[in-house]
């Protein structure tokens, strides 16, 4: 059974179709790429699955639950978890409690006891201290717990943010452009956390990217999509030398 099954997924903004029909099954542990030219209807395809759009037609299933139209918080607690283009940390929280923040759908305590700080509130924060902690350790960032978010380098802010999200406990991942902005070593570095990534927490992952080095370094699978609707599939190097794609997409040589 495919982890992502997705069907003839369709969505309309004022009588444009931003995504046209778009289908794709990913299986349980992959990594999968989604690439495409600016505007191709990328991130609407992580806007619906993730809940922020509800699609006009089509369905998405996760594990074999039907999650179709479902709002950000029901999916996210279903199982998918995602990181942006844009960095979204609380960059006025420390390190630690960005990822606590993440902790929340398994960590809980009631209002009476986080106002009076009953002894069942201390026994829940210090268990999701260890948890971040455990978290930020596999990105060697358990060091820096305490330094505001907004002062650690760009790369790992990014890495923090994809432990941010696997402290949601998902079982899909997804990376919009997770390379954007960083240099090549930092690229690198990024392919090897990824990889630790999804084999560490037996994750499947599905990631946006424009870095072709990156996609083609990783990626097992991709979808490539033109204008809302898919134009090509398949492994990774049969797509990338698609004619179609290379014209489309990578440029004719």
Same mark, same amino acid.
């Given at each position: 059974?495919?982890?992502?099954?997705?069907?003839?997924?369709?969505?309309?903004?004022?009588?444009?179709?931003?995504?046209?029909?778009?289908?794709?099954?990913?299986?349980?542990?992959?990594?999968?790429?989604?690439?495409?030219?600016?505007?191709?209807?990328?991130?609407?395809?992580?806007?619906?699955?993730?809940?922020?759009?509800?699609?006009?037609?089509?369905?998405?299933?996760?594990?074999?639950?039907?999650?179709?139209?479902?709002?950000?918080?029901?999916?996210?607690?279903?199982?998918?978890?995602?990181?942006?283009?844009?960095?979204?940390?609380?960059?006025?929280?420390?390190?630690?409690?960005?990822?606590?923040?993440?902790?929340?759908?398994?960590?809980?305590?009631?209002?009476?006891?986080?106002?009076?700080?009953?002894?069942?509130?201390?026994?829940?924060?210090?268990?999701?201290? $260890?948890? !971040?902690?455990? &978290?930020?350790?596999?990105?060697? *960032?358990?060091?820096?717990? #305490?330094?505001? %978010?907004?002062?650690? =380098?760009?790369?790992?802010?990014?890495?923090? $943010?994809? !432990?941010?999200? &696997?402290?949601?406990?998902?079982? *899909?991942?997804?990376?919009? #452009?997770?390379? %954007?902005?960083?240099? =090549?070593?930092?690229?690198?570095?990024?392919? $090897?956390?990824?990889?630790?990534?999804?084999?560490?927490?037996?994750?499947?992952?599905?990631?946006?990217?424009?870095?072709?080095?990156?996609?083609?370094?990783?990626?097992?699978?991709?979808?490539?999509?033109?204008?809302?609707?898919?134009?090509?599939?398949?492994?990774?190097?049969?797509?990338?030398?698609?004619?179609?794609?290379?014209?489309?997409?990578?440029?004719?040589?």
């Amino acid at each position: 059974m495919s982890m992502l099954e997705v069907k003839n997924l369709t969505i309309s903004f004022g009588g444009l179709k931003a995504v046209n029909n778009f289908s794709v099954s990913i299986e349980k542990g992959q990594l999968y790429g989604l690439i495409g030219p600016n505007g191709a209807g990328k991130t609407t395809v992580f806007n619906l699955l993730t809940g922020v759009y509800k699609p006009d037609s089509g369905s998405v299933e996760l594990d074999g639950h039907n999650i179709t139209g479902k709002g950000t918080i029901e999916i996210n607690k279903a199982g998918i978890a995602r990181t942006f283009q844009n960095i979204r940390l609380f960059k006025a929280l420390s390190v630690l409690d960005n990822v606590k923040v993440g902790l929340h759908n398994d960590y809980k305590y009631s209002t009476i006891s986080g106002i009076f700080r009953l002894p069942s509130y201390f026994k829940v924060e210090k268990q999701m201290n $260890e948890r !971040a902690m455990e &978290l930020l350790k596999v990105f060697d *960032l358990d060091g820096e717990a #305490e330094t505001l %978010a907004a002062n650690l =380098p760009y790369g790992k802010q990014r890495k923090l $943010e994809i !432990a941010r999200a &696997l402290a949601t406990n998902p079982k *899909l991942l997804l990376l919009d #452009e997770p390379a %954007a902005g960083m240099n =090549p070593n930092e690229t690198e570095e990024l392919m $090897e956390t990824i990889r630790f990534v999804r084999d560490t927490f037996d994750m499947t992952i599905l990631l946006i990217e424009h870095d072709m080095k990156l996609v083609s370094g990783i990626c097992e699978k991709l979808t490539v999509l033109n204008f809302g609707s898919v134009l090509s599939c398949g492994e990774t190097s049969d797509v990338l030398n698609d004619p179609e794609v290379i014209k489309a997409y990578l440029g004719d040589e």
